[in-house]
């Protein structure tokens, strides 16, 4: 591609500069607008001037891709809300061998759930759970959050909807879904046990200094609940004073609404409930300083105030009209059916969630639209649900999606200045994917270039230009050429801190955890990400195919 003129090629390096300043620092003191700002500052300084048109900018945007991340989002949220990231936190805890073991499960666990609900989402959701985990057994978190994070990274190579870059290069190269998974499964599975392996070696004697703690603790902390994409902190059952408050509070209001009785007669009712639920909780507290635990305590309290309640209830007003007071003991007696039912409905709830997420894996591996079918998933989820849809709706990153259209517009405009072409003509006859040389070669650039600019900038620069190079030798070679770009521009995130969105979320995650606070640092994270990058990507590339 022939270079633009002199003027239009600085403007256009000036307004990708500016995009890629505040994609990776968004932050920087001069303009803290942030990432999404940045991206359609960007865009817009292309169109003012005049590198790109307004309907060349309109006609950058990937809608295809576009709709495949916002589908996967949106079925994502439905599967946090029918408890599938719960029952992942549980399987780390549950019969846990050890502190290695631990380990070994997070990077599994990690890989996997990434790979099929994105690295994101599932660095989201872990990370707290992690970090409860390891508190809880006095272990140092780094490097399960290391674990976490590299192996959400590694994982998410393995199929197109694992990470919005291989979203770009399945639409891009339109290769089936099934055709990407078996070109890169091997490679993500070994990447993944190498990388486990890696992690166990540096802190090997680090684990090994810790005390195991094989008891019930780690079941307590699996019991905790996801909720607005975190763990919320796990506390056990206490019955204090303030939870007796409570419950008299309770009590009066039950007296006030069931007994017909006014004036004296209330009065008289209800200092009898608060004297007796004085007397119980007094009772409790004797007994809780016996060998008593607080669970059976809390339970035993329970029937005794519902116990006495009732009975003065029947004393009080069966001689006066007791309309309310059958009223309301009809519908204490039907709250156990409505919660069995409500039980039932929401198990059924879950298990079509999953029924219909196990569909759209389905039909991606028939290889259906990938776009489409994610949407229909999303739609179909939101109709099952039978409530509106909004408060899950409102869960989705649009700021994501805004910046993907700032990003695809700049990232064009910059391609038309015809500085990558000239740079990739530079590079090309070294980087060749017929011979070892060649791969080697390509796999430094692109991994130079994700830590660079960011992985997804990687794949838009170099992806059409990386795949016509392929083609140059033989066709078969052009799958194998996006795979490797797919491969490597994933990996390249272990490399540092900044190498990824998944590295930040976790360090982000981990620093805001209530009571739980820690800070994962850009070197410790750099002494592990680059042996562990170079070694994996390494192995890797002999694996895809």
């Known amino acids: 591609m022939a270079m633009a003129p002199t003027v239009k090629m600085v403007l256009g390096s000036l307004s990708f500069a500016i995009f890629w300043i505040l994609a990776v620092f968004p932050a920087v003191p001069f303009l803290p607008i942030g990432r999404t700002a940045g991206s359609l500052l960007g865009a817009m300084l292309m169109v003012i001037f005049q590198v790109i048109t307004p309907d060349q900018a309109y006609a950058a945007i990937d809608l295809p891709i576009l709709g495949l991340l916002f589908g996967t989002m949106v079925v994502s949220v439905y599967l946090e809300r029918a408890d599938m990231f719960k029952y992942l936190g549980k399987f780390l805890s549950w019969k846990s061998r050890g502190p290695k073991d631990l380990l070994c499960r997070i990077c599994l666990i990690s890989a996997i759930s990434s790979a099929l609900f994105t690295n994101d989402t599932s660095c989201v959701v872990l990370t707290e759970f992690v970090l409860k985990i390891a508190r809880q057994h006095n272990l140092p978190p780094h490097p399960f959050l290391l674990a976490l994070a590299s192996s959400a990274n590694i994982g998410s190579s393995a199929t197109p909807i694992g990470n919005p870059q291989n979203l770009v290069i399945a ?3 339109k290769i089936s879904f099934g055709n990407f998974v078996i070109g890169i499964l091997p490679a993500m599975l070994v990447g993944v046990l190498v990388n486990a392996l890696i992690l166990l070696a540096m802190y090997w004697k680090l684990l090994s200094s810790q005390k195991d703690e094989e008891d019930a603790t780690a079941e307590i902390v699996a019991e905790g609940e996801v909720n607005s994409h975190r763990f919320s902190p796990a506390t056990l059952s206490h019955f204090t004073s303030s939870t007796s408050q409570e419950v008299n509070s309770k009590m009066e209001t039950i007296s006030l609404q069931s007994s017909p009785i006014v004036n004296g007669q209330k009065g008289h009712v209800d200092n009898t409930l608060r004297s007796r639920a004085n007397s119980a909780d007094n009772e409790i507290h004797r007994v809780s300083s016996g060998a008593l635990d607080s669970a059976r305590i809390s339970s035993e309290s329970k029937e005794v105030l519902s116990t006495d309640v009732s009975f003065q209830l029947r004393e009080e007003t069966v001689p006066s009209k007791g309309v309310a007071s059958v009223a309301s003991s009809r519908d204490v007696l039907s709250e156990q059916p409505l919660e069995g039912k409500e039980r039932w409905k929401g198990m059924f709830w879950r298990a ?15 290889g259906l639209s990938m776009s489409w079918t994610a949407i229909t998933t ?10 509106d849809a909004r408060p899950n709706l409102e869960k989705v990153s649009y700021s994501l999606l805004i910046f993907f259209c700032g990003m695809f517009i700049t990232v064009d405009g910059f391609n038309r200045t015809g500085i990558p072409s000239n740079l990739w003509d530079l590079m090309e006859p070294y980087a060749q994917i017929d011979h070892i040389g060649g791969i080697t ?6 991994l130079f270039l994700s830590n660079l600019a960011s992985n997804v900038p990687t794949v838009l620069l170099l992806g059409a230009r990386v795949a016509a190079s392929a083609a140059a030798i033989s066709e078969a070679d052009v799958k194998k050429a996006w795979l490797i770009l797919a491969w ?21 995650q981990a620093r805001r955890a209530p009571l739980l606070g ?17 070694i994996v990507t390494a192995i890797g590339l002999t694996l895809i195919r």
Not at 441 to 446: P, T
Not at 518 to 534: A, D, N
Request: positive net charge; glycine residues 6%; contains cysteine.
């Open 171 to 173: 639409v891009q190269s």
């Open 352 to 366: 079509c969630v999953y029924l219909v997420t196990i569909g759209m894996l389905v039909s991606l591996l028939m």
């Open 378 to 387: 999303a739609l179909a989820l939101a109709v099952l649900d039978f409530k």
């Open 441 to 446: 070669v390509l796999a430094v650039v692109i």
């Open 488 to 508: 490597v521009s994933t990996v390249a995130g272990n490399l540092s801190l900044l190498g990824s969105a998944a590295n930040l979320i976790v360090c982000e």
């Open 518 to 534: 820690y800070t994962l640092s850009f070197w410790r994270h750099l002494k592990f990400g680059v042996p562990s990058t170079l």
